[in-house]
């Protein structure tokens, strides 16, 4: 979400006439900064800490401050950081060109866009002679409304406000007129996406993510869909089945489980068991039996047992992700957690993680060692470092949403970037698949 945000002002401010260049030799600086753990709010204030000698040998430099630690810190970056000149929450960053340009001509001016907006917060299309995006994000949905114990998402991005679907739709469509083959639909939790909305006409609900998802599964000219992230509270049977009557949606989901054990999950407000979690990825095996499963987990949880870890640990066996985003529990102002007590060692939090992941890299190398041998379509996003006998090779993701270098029996060079290719896998390595181009259309 974060990469997408910051593309958006980058390509924005090239519309107007600004060039992306060097952190170095920069004349404005814009942080975006993630606030979903404690470590990469720190380096925020690391990173502004260092821009003081930048800022010495160049007093008309401008910092902004952007995204979730902007909005929870706020205008405080003011008075810590002299240089920073301007602090936007996510809500405010459609506004960030427009207040840029008028800091260039107000030396002395200072700015906070930091109001969450009523309706989701639309901005203005990027700027539309950049380069063809043949894999694109689209937002369908700002903030969230569930409150889990340990997330600091609710606050630092506001409730859930859906985006309205002819919008939605009418930027996917553009996207492929303008040649993007992938397109990966955003939202905290997409699976709630209109659960928000009521048509001011009717006073009917909005039909959901299941309708939304089939529109834009249809759209003439798409080649892959993915969608992210999924809440298992709120994945529906009729979602599911979009695995199963849409070609175009990749075989791949991420559905964060964070802990496998139901009194953790109870206690992070998850509201939903081990039980159902695991009836969910039956379904998905049902319709789609090569899906891959990835997944979020926390470890340290307040309270967590050995008993409660072992559960986890049990559950990815029982599952086996492909692959896992782990993180230690870290207290975030403002949420439930941070006020609970039975917190963790640091030195018992680092150990568990470390035991989940060594699990993790067995399930994923296993899961990759499967793979050899079958047939996947890569989608081509540049030249590969690796080699075979010399051959031209690339790189890219397959359908699972996995890296893949490949190589190119000799023949006539040509440029595969932005296609879609035939690979058979011949080889797994520790993080990717190693395979030779099929057929060459
Ligand atoms: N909306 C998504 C996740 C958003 S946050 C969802 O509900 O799944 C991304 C991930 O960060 C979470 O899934 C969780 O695993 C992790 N996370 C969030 N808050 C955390 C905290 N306080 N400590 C450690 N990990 C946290
Ligand atoms: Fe955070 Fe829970 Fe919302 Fe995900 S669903 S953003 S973890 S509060």
């Known amino acids: 979400m974060n ?29 975006n900064t993630c606030s979903v753990r404690e470590k990469p709010e720190q380096k925020v204030y690391s990173h502004l800490g260092r821009l003081r000698d930048a800022w010495l040998r160049n007093p008309d430099l401008v910092v902004a401050v952007g995204g979730c630690v902007a909005q929870q810190v ?12 301007l602090v936007f929450g996510p809500d405010g960053l459609p506004m ?18 930091l109001d969450f907006s009523e309706a989701f917060p639309e901005r203005a299309p990027a700027h539309p002679e950049h380069g063809v995006q043949r894999q694109a994000y689209v937002t369908i949905m700002q903030g969230c409304d569930n409150f889990c114990a340990y997330c600091i998402v609710p606050l630092t991005r ?7 679907r002819e919008t939605i739709l009418a930027e996917c469509r553009e996207l492929i007129d303008r040649g993007a083959q992938e397109i990966t639909l955003l939202g905290q939790n997409v699976n709630s996406y209109g659960l928000d909305a009521t048509d001011k006409d009717t006073g009917q609900g909005d039909p959901g993510f299941p309708a939304l998802l089939d529109a834009v599964a249809s759209l003439p000219g798409l ?23 849409h070609d175009t949606l990749c075989p791949h989901l991420h559905l964060p489980m964070q802990s496998g054990s139901n009194a953790v999950l109870r206690a992070m407000g998850r509201k939903y068991t081990l ?29 967590e047992t050995e008993k409660d870890f072992a559960a986890t640990l049990e559950a990815m066996r029982m599952v086996t992700f492909a692959s896992s985003f782990s993180f230690v529990y870290s207290d975030r102002p403002g949420t439930r957690a941070a006020t609970m007590e039975g917190k963790l060692d640091k030195a018992v939090k680092a150990e568990r993680l470390k035991v989940l992941q ?27 470092k690796r080699s075979a006998r010399g051959l031209p090779s690339w790189r890219g993701r397959d359908e699972f949403g996995q890296t893949v270098n490949f190589s190119v029996p000799s023949g006539p060079a040509q440029d595969l970037i932005g296609k879609i290719v035939p690979v058979r896998i011949q080889e797994a390595k520790k993080h990717s698949l190693w395979g030779c181009v099929e057929v060459v259309g």
């Open 96 to 113: 960030v060109p427009g207040a840029l340009a008028r800091l260039m001509r107000e030396p002395g001016l200072r700015l906070s866009l």
């Open 74 to 85: 706020g205008e405080a970056f003011f008075a810590r950081f002299p240089y920073v000149r």
């Open 275 to 303: 039980e159902h979690y695991l009836d969910l990825v039956m379904n998905l095996r049902r319709v789609r039996p090569e899906i891959a499963l990835t997944t979020d987990l926390i470890v340290g949880f307040p309270g």
């Open 3 to 31: 990469v997408h945000d910051s593309q958006w002002l980058g390509q924005s401010l090239e519309g107007l006439g600004w060039e992306q260049g060097a952190e170095s030799d920069a004349g404005v600086l814009v942080l």
């Open 223 to 245: 080649r892959r869909l993915r969608f992210t992230t999924s809440h298992p509270k709120d994945l529906s049977l009729e979602t599911i089945a979009a695995f199963g009557t």
């Open 158 to 164: 506001g409730r859930q406000r859906s985006r309205s």
């Open 358 to 384: 060594d699990l993790q890299t067995e399930l994923s190398e296993d899961w990759l060692r499967r793979r050899v041998g079958r047939h996947c379509e890569v989608l081509v996003e540049g030249e590969s």
